[in-house]
């Protein structure tokens, strides 16, 4: 059950985290990664790391293109 309700939160915070990069990022490849890089951040303004950062910058950079 808490891995269920962990990937649930993980999801939405992607959602979430690169709908707000795409509004403030500029449009170049790697300011792009930088932006998404800087906007990985939990609901409790902690930075991500590991794999939750990986695969979230992973996911603004599709989400960016």
Known sequence: MARIIA???LVSLFAIGS???QGTCAT?????KKCCE???V???????SGAAKT???KKCQA???
């Open 7 to 9: 990937t649930a939160l």
């Open 19 to 21: 709908a707000m990069a």
């Open 28 to 32: 170049g490849t790697s300011s792009i």
């Open 38 to 40: 800087d906007s990985a």
């Open 42 to 48: 939990s609901k409790d303004g902690k930075p991500l």
């Open 55 to 57: 695969s979230y910058v």
């Open 63 to 65: 989400d960016a293109s």
